[in-house]
């Protein structure tokens, strides 16, 4: 029988078949197989059979080593159990949180809570907010920490929101049925979730017949509808002075951040005087004038407004740039120095930012550092001899707007 060229090696010679039909492998497993069968059984001792063993296992990692297997090693990973009294204390806090949450909202309910803004809530007693069913959660919100009593009209519906303000003004405040101080109507330009334009020529006609107040909400309209742009009003042709307060936001339309309120002078005088933020423009104002003026006493030429948080200190030649931030630095003061390209070449600065969080003490060793690092470098300038003024004489940020009232 003639062998086909499969069977033959290169050399010309037959492959040897193997017993039952198989055929070697390429890694010689048959092969060692059958040998291991026809080998005679070696009776070995215990002991040697251990030492065989640790030979074979030291040839497997050393062959591991030299081919580099990663993966002939078992993986391991290890997950700790959470220890009991953790898991223990971690539900009870939950537990805990969420009993005393639903307590908060039971004694919200029957207006037992006091808190910071009772005094506030105090103050809008006696007044009523008439707002659409549809407005958003942020003006809901505001109005419930007001503390004035809310009405809610069903939306753009002109017949119920007209019902809802004559019931106010015959029957009055509950209880006493006094009359409302004052009768706010809340509506939204665009309403944020329907895409539903307010009915503002009604809304207004309602308001002046009724003689309420209106708040309307542009932050979706203002940039997006009227000839102009100019939000709702402008759409509808009307006069703005209609509405009494206007607000809106510069993140949708202008992609910007931030937002404006507008209304009367009294209105704004009003938010201006009771804000939060007046207490940080005055500490910032005061730090400003403060600093200004230590730093043309030591003799610095600075630039700018007198009013200007932003102090530009002149170093005027560049050599003395990366001196004078090397200097401060060494004192622990990080500092902006500015030269050329982005200023002219003789006019190299270094650049100061004065912030409301800044302390009397900080400034003052701020101060104390530039002036050590200006003597060495020589960089007091000014000509003109200020006398240091006493810290009497000095600007507190108490004065820096004394003219707006609290």
Not at 28 to 45: I, M, T
Not at 71 to 77: A, I, T
Not at 159 to 187: F, M, S
């Amino acid at each position: 029988m003639t062998e086909s060229p499969a069977t033959k090696p290169a050399d010309g010679d037959a492959r040897p078949r193997v017993k039952n039909g198989l055929k070697p492998e390429r890694n010689g497993s048959v092969v060692k197989s059958l040998r291991c069968c026809h080998e005679p059984q070696r009776h070995c001792h215990p002991e040697e059979e251990e030492e065989e063993e640790e030979e074979k296992e030291e040839e497997v990692h050393a062959a591991a080593a030299h081919h580099g297997d990663l993966y002939s090693r078992p993986f391991l990973e290890s997950f700790e159990e959470t220890p009991m009294l953790v898991a223990v204390l971690t539900y009870m806090g939950y537990g805990i949180l969420t009993v005393f949450g639903y307590l908060r909202d039971f004694l919200r309910h029957w207006k037992i809570e006091r808190c910071h803004i009772a005094r506030e809530k105090e103050e809008q007693k006696g007044c009523l907010i008439l707002s659409d069913e549809l407005n958003h959660a942020s003006l809901v919100l505001g109005a419930r920490l007001s503390g004035s009593t809310i009405r809610v009209f069903k939306h753009n519906n002109m017949q119920n929101l007209e019902k809802l303000l004559r019931e106010a003004i015959v029957h009055g405040q509950p209880r006493t049925h006094r009359p409302w101080k004052k009768i706010l109507i809340v509506v939204e330009g665009i309403y944020s979730m329907e895409g539903s334009v307010v009915r503002l020529p009604e809304v207004i006609a309602l308001k002046k017949r009724y003689r309420a107040y209106l708040y309307l909400d542009e932050a979706h309209s203002i940039g997006a509808l009227g000839p102009r742009g100019r939000g709702v009003v402008d759409y509808f042709g009307l006069d703005p002075c209609d509405v009494d307060v206007m607000m809106g936001t510069f993140t949708k339309s202008f992609g910007a951040a931030g937002g404006y309120i507008a209304g009367k002078r009294e209105l704004i005088e009003y938010l201006r005087s009771h804000s939060h933020s007046l207490k940080r423009v005055q500490q910032l104002a005061g730090n400003t004038v403060y600093f200004r003026k230590r730093l043309r006493e030591m003799g610095f030429i600075i630039y700018g407004n007198e009013d200007s948080p932003v102090v530009p200190m002149m170093l005027y030649m560049p050599a003395k740039i990366g001196a004078f931030g090397r200097e401060m630095l060494k004192r622990n003061i990080g500092v902006v120095v500015v030269g050329f390209p982005a200023t002219p070449i003789i006019e190299s600065r270094a650049r100061f930012c004065i912030s409301a969080a800044h302390t009397r003490d900080v400034l003052d060793r701020a101060l104390s550092v530039i002036s050590e690092v200006g003597d060495l470098l020589q960089l007091k300038y000014s000509r003109h001899k200020i006398h240091p003024s006493s810290a009497q004489d000095r600007p507190d940020e108490d004065e820096a707007y004394g003219d707006v009232e609290d």
